[in-house]
């Protein structure tokens, strides 16, 4: 479910994967059956950036593209991510790319350009590939807002939460995180208390959180940040 959850705001906005996704993603949620989890597997298929990544963690810990601790890996950050050696990353980048709509000359510029202290965590793409889509503009308040953070409810209102969380912001073409105060609509995260730590995406929040699931997601994505500063 939790690959359905995070998908879910990027195929609304009509930015990636089969159309309409979303409404099967959210049902699924809602209702989760042994009977359905084939077609939302054929669904989830269809975001080819994603799979490319999932494919890399999962083949690197023999693992299944949808086991839950392989989509963990990629949308919050785990050990599952450590143990994909450099080589590795590299040579599914140069193929996934491509196969997934980036020009060959972009994408070769891309691998080429990249250290070994990055991991194949959802910040790198964002923050190194940017968007494949061309649908989105590579500016700094989509990249922001394609990161996965989290942060800490203030209040609950209907569907939206306030949050205390951290944006994206670039200057002197570094990037860093500072502290704010976001709102963000809220499909999935039942019965939100004050206090709780929740994931967001695109506006949308994703999962409660554990503090180390928290603390996982501030590490791989702050450690490709800095990898990414270190390049400019």
């Not at 193929?95 to 959802?122: C, D, E, Y």
């Not at 704010?180 to 208390?193: A, G, L, S, T």
């Amino acid at each position: 479910m939790r690959a359905c959850k995070y998908s879910y705001a990027t195929n609304r906005l009509n930015y990636c994967g089969p159309e309409n996704a979303f409404h099967a993603f959210k049902d699924f949620v809602s209702h989760p059956t042994q009977e359905r989890a084939p077609g939302i597997r054929e669904l989830l298929s269809g975001f080819t950036g994603l799979n490319l990544y999932l494919d890399l963690i999962a083949s690197a810990n023999r693992l299944d593209r949808f086991d839950e601790r392989v989509i963990e890996a990629y949308w919050l950050g785990n050990e599952l991510l450590d143990s994909i050696s450099f080589e590795a990353f590299q040579a599914a980048l140069s193929t996934g790319l491509v196969a997934a709509g980036l020009p060959a000359s972009k994408a070769n510029a891309k691998v080429a350009g990249m250290k070994s202290s990055f991991n194949a965590h959802h910040s790198f793409h964002v923050l190194h590939i940017n968007f494949i889509t061309p649908k989105v503009e590579k500016i700094i308040g989509n990249l922001g807002k394609c990161l996965p953070l989290a942060g800490k409810v203030l209040g609950c209102q209907g569907q939206r939460l306030t949050l205390a969380a951290k944006r994206l912001v670039e200057e002197g073409g570094r990037f860093s995180f500072e502290p704010c105060i976001r709102e963000v609509e809220n499909p999935f995260v039942e019965q939100p208390k004050l206090g709780d730590l929740v994931s967001f995406h695109w506006g949308t929040a994703v999962e409660r959180l554990s503090f180390a699931q928290a603390a996982a997601l501030q590490k791989y994505s702050s450690a490709n940040l800095e990898t990414v500063n270190a390049l400019r």
